[in-house]
């Protein structure tokens, strides 16, 4: 039952970008940031359905603030590996069109170690990975998570649901390697070990380096399942036994330096989707990302 739950939430994330309104918010140059932004998309994520973000809100807000963003389109159901070569590539055409010679990379969920594959193989075109309920280091019980669970044990319906958000997203062209995605513990470990800067030495360890390798690493994470019962995606988030956003353990994300592991929102909510619809008193997703470019902005990156 709960694999159906999460697979019918989502198709409901993927549908419902047809009815989203725009983001109004004043002009400044908080975030303008010496080299652009990167947004990178998580598991069965997508740049854009119809004009709404992945991000919801997040690229408009960004440009009126000032930064120059990209947002990538790499494959909903892979590897890290094989979603880095693309995003590396995407990278690579960017700076060759508009003369850029480093990124700041912010990554969602697998979009965090998409992110840091680059930083491994191309650590020059570099300047910060941000990782956002990303997995870094994982336990054999931290395995058992909502994404692991619905890729392990349902290869045919995610395979067939990541071509379709890669159809109506524009980018039917995408491969999707349900083999490679497999996200047992051991997989996302034996990546730290060969993508090691930023991540901590021990589980749930706080040492990971703010800077390394001539670049700045960063993370978040929210700490609660289910935060409104009005947004379906409640639904598909699991309350397990140790604290999580409701698909990535909180130890697990660790990653450069930790900015906050306690956001109050969960894996949607964490790229500000469905729609906004945030728990009571929880803070805007939108303004994280308007305060991390900041952020970058005063490191002169």
């Keep these: 039952m709960k694999h159906a739950v999460i697979g019918k939430t ?36 997508f740049d ?35 979603r880095g070569e693309q995003l590396l590539k995407q990278m690579q ?26 930083a491994g193989v191309a650590p020059g075109l570099v300047a910060s ?10 336990t054999v019980q931290d395995g058992d998570n909502a994404i692991a669970d619905l890729i392990n044990n349902y290869s045919s319906l995610t395979t067939s649901f990541g071509s379709f958000v890669a159809w109506i997203s524009g980018n039917s062209k995408l491969p999707q390697d349900i083999e490679g995605a497999k996200l047992f513990a051991d997989e996302i470990n034996a990546f730290a070990t060969r993508f090691p800067a930023g991540v901590p030495s021990t ?11 001539g670049m700045y690493f960063y993370s978040i994470t929210g700490n609660k399942a289910k935060t409104n019962g009005w947004d379906i995606s409640d639904l598909g988030m699991v309350e397990g036994p140790t604290p999580s956003d409701g698909a990535i353990p909180v130890c697990a994300s660790h990653f450069g330096k930790v900015l906050r592991n306690d956001y109050p929102w969960n894996h949607i909510d964490e790229m500000n989707h469905v729609f906004g619809l945030i728990g009571k008193g929880a803070p805007d997703p939108v303004a994280f990302y308007r305060t991390q470019a900041t952020r970058l902005k005063l490191k002169g990156i």
């Excluded at 700076?95 to 912010?106: E, H, Q, R, S, T």
């Excluded at 990975?129 to 997995?135: E, L, N, R, Y």
């Excluded at 589980?203 to 390798?213: H, N, Q, R, S, T």
Aim: charged content about 15%; some cysteine; glycine content about 10%.
């Design 10 to 45: 989502l198709l409901a994330l993927a549908a419902s970008v047809l009815v989203a309104a725009p983001s109004a918010q004043a002009a400044t140059t908080v975030a303008k940031t010496k080299y652009p932004i990167v947004l990178v998309h998580g598991f069965m994520g």
């Design 48 to 82: 854009d359905i119809l004009g709404v973000d992945y991000f919801y809100q997040v690229p408009d807000d960004l440009r009126k603030n000032g930064a120059k963003v990209y947002v990538a389109a790499v494959s909903q159901v892979s590897s890290s590996e094989g």
């Design 93 to 118: 055409q960017w700076a060759a069109k508009d003369g850029v010679k480093k990124f700041n990379l912010i990554g969602h969920s697998q979009g965090g170690p998409t992110a840091r594959y680059v």
């Design 129 to 138: 990975i941000t990782t956002v309920a990303s997995p870094s280091r994982m």
């Design 203 to 213: 589980y749930c360890g706080l040492d990971g380096k703010e800077f390394e390798g």
